[in-house]
């Protein structure tokens, strides 16, 4: 049986290949196209007690652990850069000030750690079910709470933020909903997800939904939010997929030279990097281009709206 879209609720689905996933949690599923609001995503949904075990040690089921390569660690803390810079573009733009923040899945707590030290007196707090993550955000000064405060009405949040999280949910509407239930009227909601990855990615898992603009779209209208802004960011799915032999290895190679201290060949600053001011960074994020705005699918999908 075919679940309905779980963005549009549509019945008019079918099956598009079978999900391509090797943990247990993700076995015996499908990938499904919805052709009312172009959403692609497994079904059946796996068991939400397995999900939620796989998602309590997310980082070293999806990954072997959270990086530590100091590449890695460079790239990370560009694309959170980036990602703050794009946002502060939309909160200027309406001058819409921030005091309370609520993160979800904030991880090693790169985004967090970006805004902090761009805004030091926010009260910044989060929700990450992943605990090895715990010590290092209280380090950094993030306030974690429990799921009770965030089903309540005791938080007031002018800003929550969703990076690399809404693709792993089962069921998007409801989670968007409650997770955005003490966000205040006019308060901001701020996502990034992979963009269509199963087209260009070897495996589909962990990733649950696979969102572009107009599926993307759909659910911020129907959970409640305006002045919806959308941007693609990074290579094109159309490039990413005839990634060569050679290329592959010339990006070994380059992170290699750049892991023992060959930045600055790699690290010119271009157009969408001002925010980037450690060449290491620039260095790590360039051949990946999450500086740059396209106008086709591309690798991140980033979203900014605000409650109506």
């Known amino acids: 049986m075919i679940d309905l879209c779980p963005v549009c609720e549509s019945v008019a689905v079918e099956i598009r290949s079978a999900y ?171 996502i990034e997800v992979p963009c269509l990855d199963y087209q260009h990615k070897p495996i589909d898992e962990p990733h649950l939904l696979f969102f572009d603009k107009k599926s993307m779209q759909h659910l911020l209208i129907t959970t409640g939010f305006e002045n919806i802004e959308l941007g693609y960011f990074g290579q094109e799915i159309d490039k990413l997929q005839s990634t060569s032999g050679f290329k592959a290895k010339w990006m070994a190679l380059r992170s290699r030279l750049i892991g023992v201290g060959v930045v600055w060949p790699f690290a010119r600053q271009r157009d969408g990097m001002e925010t980037l001011i450690n060449p290491l960074e620039r260095a790590a994020i360039a051949p990946f281009k999450a500086h740059i705005e396209s106008s086709k699918p591309a690798w991140w999908l980033r979203a900014v709206a605000q409650k109506a």
């Open 20 to 190: 391509r996933g090797i943990h247990p949690t993700f076995k015996s599923l499908n990938l499904a196209h919805c052709n009312s609001c172009s959403m692609d995503f497994a079904t059946p949904m796996p068991d939400d007690k397995l999900l939620s075990e796989y998602n309590a040690s997310y980082f070293e089921s999806a990954h072997g652990g959270t990086a530590t390569n100091v590449v890695a660690l460079a790239f990370f803390s560009a694309i959170a850069r980036l990602r703050h810079a794009f946002l502060q573009t939309y909160l200027n733009s309406r001058q819409i000030a921030v005091l309370t923040v609520l993160e979800f899945g904030p991880g090693p707590g790169f985004f967090a750690n970006t805004w902090l030290a761009q805004h030091p007196s926010t009260t910044y707090m989060a929700r990450e079910t992943d605990t090895s993550c715990h010590a290092g955000l209280n380090k950094i000064g993030v306030q974690l709470i429990n799921e009770s405060s965030i089903t309540t009405n005791s938080l007031s949040v002018d800003l929550i933020v969703m990076s690399h999280v809404l693709e792993h949910v089962t069921a998007p509407k409801n989670f968007i909903k409650d997770a955005t239930r003490n966000l205040r009227n006019g308060g901001v909601l701020f």
